[in-house]
């Protein structure tokens, strides 16, 4: 994912570069407020750790072998900020040292890779973890936020990559960096991540996590449910209430048409789309309930009963992967911060 | 003068069809990382252009020449960057061979194959130079790829001559000059004093288990060993961080960070950051007016 100089042009990898600035900053203070003087070795250290947990061969199927990131790791280790300072410090080094990244890249890649990456592992992580005491369900929900964590981050340097052709091309439209559309580039980064590097990565921070649960518990607990992942909660909450703003949007989106509107569209519908079109009939077709008339509260209720229902089945697998376990609650380790 | 880190392959430890073990193929990465760093050092305490060049006009003179190659779209220009990084590298005294095989392995051979497609009809339809059906290689498409190609290769190789001729700790007095806080100097400095110790300590880790095997090992057993050293090694990382902070308050740390040695530029200094800037601008310039899109 170490994105090299030239594929990305100035107008995207300046903007990420300025970016990063006040990322860091905030990023610092968070740190130096929870871990006071003691912030450089740690996260010295963290950044160490960081840079050699990618050089760890990991045997896959077939004989191959990849390599974990462990951004997720390292964020339910020392919390998201410090992680995200670690990795950006570990990218830079092997910018400047070992020539791996590029130097004008170097926003991108930390926006992927330190940002993106710990603060959507983490995040997910407390979430499907819970408040449970245990370890399983953490341990479990460590697989699902690294998961979810470089798969984000993947589709993120494809939204990059796609971007390009949009943003530099010549008159006759041809992309000046990194060729492919944005329908080429995130299904490719985002494939690859979801069959190959994602569960690589879930298996690796699980088993890690698992290991430490084992023989030093007091490094994966976690402190109580803090503000983050109370705005968390508010966001998803005001994103649930905007969603019948979709229903302004007109059309259907690309490569979701349905029987109808092919007929519509083309004069025909192909007989294997037909013969296997119907085999389904959806609980609440079109997100619209068939017992509220208004399509807006219609699209509203759609959306709570959808999330409520993949909340609902996402916290049972939980409780049912974790085997229900109950200890006493652990203590909050020092060295750590939400 | 560089140590023993190159390891032979022990036939005990090979696959019945000859692969090399799991924890040497490791090792030997690890050690060549290692390796790598030393070698650097090595070269960057050799005279030459670049490594005589004061380490802050030598960073914003290849910054300028990375953006430089961002901002250049015709192909030849594109090509006469690539060539100068060669020649730098040439009046630096790198070894040409090692420069151009690492330009090409961490850059140009991934940006080839990524930027492979885009040379065929599929993506970039146009007049086929080479008809293969769907995957004919248009005239456009060869045009893109190349550009893509060349344009990595030259980032790669003026980032190359930062690393391959800078010594680390001119690095650092670098960033600090111009205007990186002192706190992230030091973490950085830090950092890679303990990435060197952490991939000893891993390196070690993989010889031992390799001295101990008879056989390569099931995918299974591999992956299990190899998490559980990655969790001794998140354990170790704590644990060390606790131990520096403490031999750092030893030593009478109290908060702040010793600035390092200032730097002083001379009239050459000057004289490459000029002539840099001119051969930026003239690049630009010969792009935008020679070779308009």
Known sequence: MHIPDGYLGPQTYAVLDAALIPVWMIAGSKVKQALKAKQVPLMALAAAFSFVIMMFNVPVLGGSTGHAVGATLIAILLGPWAACISVSIALVIQALVFGDGGITAIGANVLNMAVIMPFVGYYVYRLASGDAPGHGRRIVASGIGAFLGIVTAAIAAGVEFGLQPLLAHTATGQPLYA???????????????????????????????????????????????????????????????????????????????????????????????????????????????????????????????????????????????????????????????? | ????????????????????????????????????????????????????????????????????????????????????????????????????????????????????????????????????????????????????VTRVAAGAGFGLLVVWTTRWTDLLRALSAVGVPELVVATLAMTQKQIMSLLRTVENMHLARESRMLSVGTVHENRGWVVERMAFVARRSMKTADDVYDAMLARGFDGHMPSLAALRTRAADWGWLLTSAAVCALALGIDRMVFPL
């Not at chain 1, 290991?211 to 030093?216: E, G, I, N, R, S």
């Not at chain 2, 140590?3 to 090792?27: E, F, I, V, Y």
């Not at chain 2, 146009?126 to 059906?133: E, H, I, K, R």
């Open chain 2, 1 to 148: 003068m560089i140590p023993a880190l190159q390891h032979m392959g022990d036939p005990a430890t090979r696959s019945r069809r000859g692969h090399r073990s799991l924890a040497r193929r490791t090792a030997d990465a690890l050690g060549r990382a290692v390796a790598d760093v030393l070698e650097n050092d090595e070269l960057a305490s050799t005279p030459g252009l670049m490594q005589s060049l004061d380490p802050r006009v030598k960073l914003v003179s290849i910054l300028a020449f990375a953006v430089a190659t961002s901002l250049v779209h015709s192909l030849p220009v594109l090509l006469g960057l690539t060539l100068t990084t060669v020649a730098f590298a040439a009046a630096s005294k790198v070894p040409l061979a090692s420069f151009a095989a690492k330009v090409w392995s961490t850059a140009g051979f991934f940006g080839a194959l990524l930027a492979a497609p885009a040379a065929t009809a599929w993506i970039t339809p146009g007049p086929v130079l080479v008809p293969l059906g769907p995957l004919s290689v248009t005239a456009p498409g060869l045009l893109i790829a190349a550009r893509l």
């Open chain 1, 179 to 338: 060729p492919y559309p944005l329908s080429v580039a995130v299904p490719a980064m985002a494939i690859e991540h979801l069959l190959f590097f994602g569960p690589l990565e879930a298996a690796v921070t699980m088993g890690i996590v698992a290991v430490l649960a084992k023989q030093d518990s007091a490094l994966v607990e976690m402190k109580p449910a803090s503000k983050p992942l109370r705005w968390l909660w508010a966001g998803f909450a005001a994103l649930v209430l905007l969603t019948p703003v979709g229903v302004l949007a007109p059309g259907t989106a690309w490569g979701e048409w349905g029987a109808d509107e092919l007929r519509r569209t083309l004069g025909f519908v192909p007989a294997g789309l037909e013969k296997v079109g119907g085999l389904w009939t959806a609980a609440v077709p079109d997100y619209a309930p068939a017992f509220i008339a208004n399509p807006f509260v219609g699209y509203l209720v759609a959306a709570v009963l959808g999330s409520a229902a993949v909340i609902g089945v996402t916290w049972a697998l939980g409780r049912l992967l974790s085997g229900k376990e109950r200890t006493a609650p652990p203590t909050p380790p020092s060295g750590r911060q939400p």
